[in-house]
């Protein structure tokens, strides 16, 4: 990372300490994020930063605090998870030296992260797609000291080597962290106290639908020069932790399923029967569900956000040019949904050839709620 991209505080005065350092980041990264009351209206969209690296995921974390993972598709970068400091300012989280960097990857550092959330232990969770090292990790810091507290590897019969583990969400009442696996199509479910884990694959509710096209501006998007097609990818939790929706990349059908049926001890056979449509989706890469049971999807033809609501119908939220490949999203304390936005069909894994991004990549929000009073 340049330097310039520190804040002046952090570049001038010695760290004496990663809960300090986080109170001053917090306090200048709250007041960019202040909403007057009344201001919000549905839809309404925001830039909270502007960034040289294409964000990953985003996700919301405790007192107000942003933090994100730079996209394993991206050009090498000294960073692959950031904590947003401000509006053209992010530092390394927790900690440099825990970051393979631009160094050659290694067993003891954070390798290709990409899917990362917040719990409500103040947790900061990322999986690491290992995509150097051939192996799959869990990650999880504590928010407010950026301690380490657990590390979980997959073993390779859960996430056998070429594996593309990307998204999570985490049951933190539970003790659960469920993942979804785009390259061997699957859903898994890992115990945090014991890293025990089942994978649930081979069912149609997993793969990418053929008439779910991705086509951008008229143009049809192409993946290591074949017709994007993607499988499994979002997936998000319902408010009481009993429910996992998920659809693939490449799909119009968003699914649900209890949690409890995708953990070890469950046949195959009995979590494929209690598989349930709730409604349609758009071919999106990120999701959220909110307290309401409403659901949230990046429209990554559109350039948009829709929601879809309990009564099934499917709505847009937001259009906007600025929203040019909306990658992840995820729900705050408030309303305020955050999206990543990083250009991802432009990087050479899309084009064939030269990265034709065009900094900045971008962090937003958009007014998920009714209008602010």
């Known amino acids: 990372m340049n330097r ?115 719990d409500g232990r103040g947790r900061i969770w990322t ?105 499994v990818n979002p997936i998000t939790l319902s408010a009481d932790h009993e429910t996992l929706f998920f659809g693939a990349m490449n799909g119009h059908s968003w699914y649900a399923v209890p949690t409890r049926l995708l953990r070890p001890g469950v046949s195959d056979a009995d979590t494929a029967s209690a598989i349930r449509r709730v409604g349609p989706k758009p071919v999106s890469d990120g999701a959220a569900t909110d307290a309401r049971g409403r659901h949230f999807f990046t429209n990554v033809n559109e350039g948009g956000i829709d929601r879809l609501g309990p009564d099934g119908r499917l709505v847009p939220l937001v259009r906007d040019p600025r929203l040019d490949w909306p990658d992840s999203v995820h729900l705050s304390d408030s309303p305020w949904l955050y999206i990543s936005v990083n250009q991802l069909y432009k990087t050479p894994a899309f084009t064939g050839g030269r990265d034709e991004g065009k900094p900045p990549y971008r962090i937003l929000r958009v007014w998920s709620g009714d209008a602010a009073r």
């Open 4 to 118: 310039r991209h520190l804040k002046p505080s952090a570049r001038r005065h010695p760290i004496r300490g990663a809960a300090a350092l986080a109170s001053v980041l917090t306090l200048g990264l709250a007041a960019l994020l202040a909403s007057p009351a009344g201001a919000a209206t549905p839809g309404e969209l925001e830039v909270v930063a502007e960034l040289p690296v294409r964000p990953g995921n985003v996700a919301p974390g405790p007192g107000g605090r942003l933090f994100a993972t730079v996209h394993p598709l991206d050009a090498p970068s000294q960073a692959q998870v950031i904590e947003i400091t401000g509006r053209d300012s992010f530092r390394p989280w927790p900690t440099p030296e825990l970051q393979r960097g631009t160094a050659k990857a290694s067993g003891d550092r954070i390798d290709t992260p990409l899917g990362i959330i917040a």
């Open 127 to 231: 999986v690491d797609m290992g995509l150097n090292l051939g192996k799959t990790r869990l990650w999880a810091f504590d928010a407010d000291s950026g301690q380490q507290v657990h590390r979980i590897e997959l073993p390779p019969e859960i996430a056998p080597k070429g594996s593309f583990v990307q998204d999570l969400v985490v049951d933190d009442r539970g003790g659960w962290v469920y993942l979804a696996d785009i390259a061997n199509p699957g859903l898994i479910a890992v115990e945090i106290a014991t890293g025990r884990a089942r994978r649930f694959g081979a069912h149609a509710s997993l793969q990418a639908e053929p008439q779910a096209r991705m086509v951008i501006a008229g143009k049809a998007i192409q993946f290591q020069g074949q017709p994007a097609n993607v499988a």
